[in-house]
Every structure is written in structure tokens, then in C-alpha cells.
């Protein structure tokens, strides 16, 4: 999959697309029921299989001091498209000139002129141009007159409960991975390099992989059973574990990272990129009176956690 950032970047390949449009958080299963849309249209007629979003999230730009609330950060979402057979990935910079096109131009200046688009699909809520001006009947007009194709995908249910990013976020907050899975149609995944921390895992017998979660959207804190996927690196592949979603309340710190103990695993990570998929949560956060008594849970969680994922 390429990615693309400017216009400047474009080859004559990478014109003509069939792209799906969207902010794609989660890349859930709503937003891979509009990629399926271009999926087909693209094999149709011949052309690249596209996808058009924008870095940083509009809502970044509109409310900075609102808290983190992004499922994917931009590793994990292009990591989750490509797996999904995207060609191009339009990664467009949300700046104050973009946000402050008309529809028109937005649709003139970017989708037609800018990305040289052929056919795009959007979501029946999707809005677009300043003041979020622009709705699917009016992109479907742009585009009969600028030279694209335009097609509406409707919005998906599971059950009673309609697909969003923002249900998915519920679902996490309340320590529900197997239902935020379900709406996403994969597990949730946190992606990133692997970072230093305090090595205390080392000394109680459970070496850890920090992440860091800043920029994204919480789950609950405690202790799940994750898959690993080692991106990179001499260890690349899939394992099994347990990690820890918290701030640490037994040393006394206040930053929110995942530490991730990966089972019958020997080998350094620094440095190396992770993606570690949430499947069930096993307990909140505590904090122990004593290392020993840590340890002793750690020890059950790990059982716990290998019982989950055998």
C-alpha cells in the first residue's frame, strides 16, 4: 500500500481511484462495509482501491483540550487498511487551509483536481467542507458536473445497536473488548514502538513491553489477555500474553501506558513496533501492599489469561 500525504506525490498510477472517504477510526466494520463498496467499483473498472483520510482528526484541530479520543492512532489504521487490500492511502493533512474549503471546493480542489478520484464512496452521515456545509446529496451533484462517481453506502446495525466509533469507545470504557470487537469486526489493537521504562517487570519475573497511549481513547484500566503481534525486528510473529492498562497505583505514577508480558517470548523489543489486540478483560487496577502479593496475582492472571487464549 502506498501512502500518500500531497498531491505533489501522486504518480499517473495513483489517479482514477474508486476511494472510500472518512476519518476510518477503528476502521470498524461500518467503515469496511463502505471500503467493500470501492472494493467492487475498483475491480469494475480497473483502477486502484483507495482510501481518502485525514491526519490529524478534524476533532484534534476543532477541540485540542477535549481528551484523548481516538481508537487508532495513524500506525494502526494504515497497518488495519493495508491488511485489507487498500492500494492507496490518501492521508490528507487536516490544516486550517483544508478546513476552511467550501464543499465545492473541496470536492473541485481535492477529490477531482487534487487526487484525480473516480468514484467515491461515503457513509449516508458523512459531512465535508467548511462548517461541515456538505452532505451526500450535494457530493453526488459535485460530482455528476466535476467528473466523479459518487455512491452512499447506508449505515450498519449489530443487533439493535448502530456501529460507531463512538458505541466502540462505550463498549471499551466499560471493559468489554468482545463487544467493541464485535462493532469492529476485528479486535481492538494498539499499535507503536516499544518503549524504556522503569524495568521493574524484570525484577518480579514478568518482563513487560511498555507502550505509550497518548493521543488515544482509554479502555478501562486492569488487566486483559492480548494477542502480540511483533511487527518488526529479528522476533517478528504472533504471540500470546497478558498486559496491564493502567497508571501503576502501587509505584505511585500517573501516566497511562500498556505493559504487555508476552508468554514464552525471550528476546529484546526495544525499539521494535507491537500491535496488541485487547480480547477479554480479567480485573480492574489495584494496587498490592506488598511486591509478593503482586506478583501472586500476576502469577494467576498469566494463568488466566493462557486458559483464555489456548
Known amino acids: 500500500m502506498r501512502i500518500l500525504r500531497s498531491h505533489a506525490d501522486l504518480t499517473a498510477d495513483d489517479r482514477n481511484a474508486s476511494a472510500a472517504i472518512g476519518n476510518f477510526d477503528g476502521v470498524h466494520r461500518g467503515h469496511q462495509a463502505v471500503l467493500q463498496l470501492a472494493r467492487t467499483e475498483a475491480e469494475t473498472r480497473s483502477v486502484p482501491l483507495g482510501v481518502v483520510t485525514f491526519e ?50 473541496f470536492a473541485q480542489d481535492v477529490l477531482a483536481d487534487g487526487l484525480g478520484l473516480s468514484h467515491v464512496v461515503i457513509g449516508a452521515d458523512f459531512r465535508f467542507g467548511k462548517g461541515r456545509a456538505g452532505d451526500a446529496a450535494m457530493l453526488r451533484d459535485f460530482g455528476a458536473r466535476m467528473g466523479f462517481d459518487v455512491t452512499v453506502a447506508e449505515l450498519l446495525a449489530t443487533g439493535d445497536e448502530r456501529i460507531s466509533s463512538t458505541r ?7 471493559g468489554e473488548p468482545a463487544r467493541a470487537a464485535e462493532m469492529l469486526g476485528h479486535l481492538h489493537r494498539i499499535d507503536g514502538p516499544v518503549i524504556h521504562g522503569e524495568k521493574r517487570g524484570r525484577l518480579l519475573g514478568y518482563p513487560t513491553a511498555n507502550m505509550s497511549m497518548e493521543g488515544l481513547h482509554l479502555p478501562k484500566f486492569g488487566v486483559y489477555a ?18 496491564s492498562l493502567g497508571v501503576r497505583p502501587m509505584f505511585g505514577e500517573n501516566t497511562p501506558n500498556l505493559e504487555t508480558f508476552i ?14 489486540g485487547l480480547v477479554s478483560f480479567l480485573r480492574g487496577e489495584a494496587r498490592f501492599d506488598t511486591l509478593d502479593a503482586l506478583i501472586e496475582q500476576m502469577d494467576r492472571d498469566s494463568s488466566q489469561a493462557r486458559e483464555i487464549l489456548a
Open 56 to 105: 490529524p482528526h478534524p476533532r484534534e484541530v476543532f477541540a485540542p483540550d477535549a481528551p484523548p479520543f481516538r481508537l487508532t492512532n495513524a500506525e494502526t489504521k494504515a497497518h488495519r487498511l493495508a491488511r485489507l487490500g487498500v492500494d492507496r492511502l490518501y492521508e490528507l493533512s487536516f490544516d486550517s487551509a483544508l478546513s476552511s474549503l467550501t464543499p465545492e471546493a
Open 263 to 276: 508468554f514464552d517470548f525471550d528476546g529484546d523489543l526495544y525499539d521494535t513496533h507491537l500491535s496488541v
Open 226 to 243: 492480548v494477542t502480540v503481534d511483533v511487527l518488526s525486528g529479528a522476533k517478528a510473529g504472533r504471540y500470546s500474553g497478558v498486559s
Open 168 to 174: 466502540i469507545r462505550e463498549a471499551l470504557s466499560a
